[in-house]
């Protein structure tokens, strides 16, 4: 479950490549993806990996983790616009073949209810790519929330806030609320990605390392899912033993 791999790159490559064997085998295959630094090399590399193949995407089908809410469409901080930049626009993925949830919408409950109905019309999603907030949060379901629910509006923690930050001029122009995928559709995906790379990542690691399933560790529940790769640089693993 547990891997360590000597760089970012190493991992970035790993996983373009299941990315790759995953949509061979299934052309229509739902992925899941994830925005975050942690996710910039692995989709840099699997752009470089389709075009350099000839991979046909046109099946595919991708739902996003997560949107703030409150920001302008097409806001260059949305996880829209990082995915626009990231994959989609450089792979000439149409807009048809993409779900995000949309921060916008008028009835957020009704949104939530549509993203999660989208997802169970697919059976789920072929594979789930994962990164991971210092707390412990998978796309934005804090600590504490139940691994039983579905795509939801969250209050972001005042970690959170301040981590995503950085992307922004100020704390003051972060958004407080998302919504995110659930828990329970992350769980239900029949293959689990977790990448997480950098020094900073490592005490996090360490307490996941060590958790039992525990909400409060929301990463945590991943390990009771049959087929979950947990994938860290060397500094990410820099405080776990030897495995
Ligand atoms: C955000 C996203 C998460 C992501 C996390 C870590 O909070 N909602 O899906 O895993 O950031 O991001 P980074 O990869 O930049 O450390």
Redesign the pocket.
Known sequence: MFKIFSSPEDIAKKVSELLYSTIKQKPSAALGL??????EPVYAYFVKQVQETGLDLSQVTTFN??EYIGLPFGHPQS?WAFMQQHLFEPLNIAQAQTHLPCGNAKVLTDECEQYTQKIQALGGLDIQL?????NG????NEPGTPFDRCTHVVDLTEE?RL??SRFFNDLSEMPTQ?V?MGIAEIMSAKEVVLVAT?L??SKTMRHLYESEPDPNMPASILKTHPNVKIWLDTEAAALLPKI
């Open positions: 994830a925005t975050g630094s942690t996710m983790l997560d996880y994962l990164g991971i907030g210092s949060h998978i796309g934005f959170t981590d995503n998302a995110t950098g900073h990542k």
